[in-house]
């Protein structure tokens, strides 16, 4: 039994998987998986492949593809319940948006918070962008909308003593959770990142969430790296999902960081949100029927 | 840290310049790394493509110009194409002009209509703002606010859901301005309806211009998107905000190939005076991740 089981299989060359990896890796870069990214999972399903073995007749091309799948699946993990969270620690429980400037951190929160208030908790923003224009009387309106307490200060003030406050605020009202707003940021500004840092000391969050847009390209695999190393990020929200992409930053993202994926952001209104979902992403990338 | 990536086009041009023949292997390898690098930089895979056939055509079927070493003509080339990439040189006529902005959500459209107003103020121009904005909760007051600091007119109705309207009147309001700068909400390629009203918002104003604001970071959508507002107003300008951050800014490339336009302004950062008159030669530079090329191929 055991030689007429080595008769049906060959072993695979790295020859023939050249081919159908290059296309897949087409694939990708055109959805926006950096090129970074690419090269690494492409690299490590061309030694994990090479040498092993396939049955005769079936094609190189479906073997590569699963693998593919595989590989990826593995990068993205298993996503991230905030509501489990939520229903499994102490409140209030509290989550600090952070990202580069408008990546739609403020419009996730009031989406967050409508999407927590109807699973029957309660929220209290923290309108911790005190520095763009227009920036308080945006999310004073989400929140209206949404039907949440805002706290927030003049335009200038510190953001670290608005969060400090809007903690008070959950404190005194038993409030379950805390959503904390800040001002978009880029990676490169060393002060920004540091008022981020102090911003963290202070208002110390359970979980730091990390927003970027899922229309980014080669970028988000740095800003992603900086952000971590900065102030840390326990978890990512992809936004603009909408834009006709398929979400290949959010395989460079969590490739770099080794973060699960909190939401997707499918649109502006407050309830284009959803918990992710790796299988879908993938299978959208990869084009499946 | 940038470096780290930044490397690979240079390396390809210094063997380049170690080889003693620049045969078909020569100019695949260079044109590999070019590739790579553009890639990188979110310049659309397919237009990279192009791009690098066309290099690759040219380097090997053109007789170098007498006198010209074949590495020059290869990195000449390289940079004659690359320049070809920028698109347009667009020229900011100071005369009397309705710009219209167009653009993604949160691309910096906002923003960059306060650096414009301020632009064109500093060159002795009555400006005058709009903000047709009706979806974004405290656009009126984003746009304002920037508007005061410069004191320059702003026409708004926060509250009023239909932007024809506002613009209808705040263009009567600001008939006295010389420059009229419109600002638009964020819409993408998949939103018939709000594409449908920039369309609308260009009939009614008649805008000289039509300027699409693309954030430096956006990847691959650059070229689809580009290619529906092109398609919907005919957009003749691309503004490429947030290039003070890592991102490299190919996707304004994308949508510049696309619109058959060039690149108008820079926007480097969140205030006012963050406002660059848009250097190709830097462009190519910062995409490529090394030195100055040209500079480079006058010493080949
Ligand atoms: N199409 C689409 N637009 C979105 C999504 N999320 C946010 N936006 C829009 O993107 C723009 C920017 O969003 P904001 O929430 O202001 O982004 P931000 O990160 O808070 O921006 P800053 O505070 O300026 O750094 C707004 O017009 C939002 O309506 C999404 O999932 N899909
Ligand atoms: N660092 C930096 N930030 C910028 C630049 N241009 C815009 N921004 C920031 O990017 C964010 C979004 O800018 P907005 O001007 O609100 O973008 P918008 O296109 O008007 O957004 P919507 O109206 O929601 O579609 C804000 O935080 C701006 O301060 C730039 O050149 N550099
Ligand atoms: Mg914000
Ligand atoms: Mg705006």
Known sequence: ?289 | MLDRFGTGLKDAVKKLAGKSVIDKAAVDELVRDLQRVLIQSDVNVKLVMELTTTIKKRSLEEEPPKGMGAREHVLRIVYEELVHLMGEEVDVRLESQTILMAGLQGSGKTTTTGKLARYFQRKGLRVGVICADVFRPGAYDQLTTLCQKVNVPCYGEPGETDAVGIVTRGMEELAGTEVLIIDTQGRHALEDELIEEIIALNELSSATHRWLVIDAALGQQAREQARRFHEAIDIDGVIITKMDGTAKGGGALSAVAETGSGIVFVGSGETIEDLERFDPDGFISRLLGMGDLRALIERA
């Open chain 1, 1 to 289: 039994v055991r030689t007429l089981l080595k008769d049906r299989e060959v072993h695979i060359s790295e020859k023939k998987i050249e081919g159908p990896l290059q296309e897949l890796e087409i694939i990708l870069l055109e959805n926006d998986v950096a090129l970074q990214t690419v090269d690494a999972i492409s690299t490590q399903m061309r030694s994990e492949l090479t040498g092993s073995t396939k049955k005769i007749g079936s094609s190189i091309d479906n073997m590569v593809m699963d693998a593919l799948r595989d590989a990826l699946l593995d990068v993205l993990g298993e996503g991230f319940s905030l509501t489990s969270y939520i229903s499994t620690h102490d409140h209030p429980v509290k989550v600090l948006f952070t990202g580069v400037n408008g990546a739609g951190k403020t419009t996730t929160i009031a989406k967050v918070a409508a999407y927590l208030k109807a699973e029957g908790y309660s929220v209290v923003i923290g309108s911790g962008d005190t520095f763009r224009a227009g920036a308080n009387e945006q999310m004073k309106t989400h929140a209206d909308r949404v039907g949440v307490k805002v706290i927030r200060h003049q335009e200038g003030a510190d953001p670290s003593a608005v969060l400090y406050d809007a903690v008070e605020y959950a404190k005194a009202h038993d409030i379950d959770v805390v959503l904390a707003d800040t001002a978009g940021r880029f990676h490169n500004r060393a002060n920004l990142m540091n008022q981020l840092a102090k911003i963290k000391r202070v208002f110390k969050p359970d979980i730091v969430a990390y927003v970027d847009e899922a229309v980014a390209g080669n970028d988000a695999v740095i800003r992603a790296e900086e952000f971590n190393n900065a102030v840390g990020t326990d978890v990512v929200v992809l936004t603009k999902a909408d834009m006709d992409t398929k979400g290949g930053a959010a395989i460079s993202i969590a490739h770099t960081i080794g973060r699960p994926i909190m939401f997707l952001g499918t649109g502006q209104e407050y309830t284009n949100i959803i918990p992710f979902e790796p299988e879908t992403l993938v299978s959208d990338l990869l084009g499946d029927e």
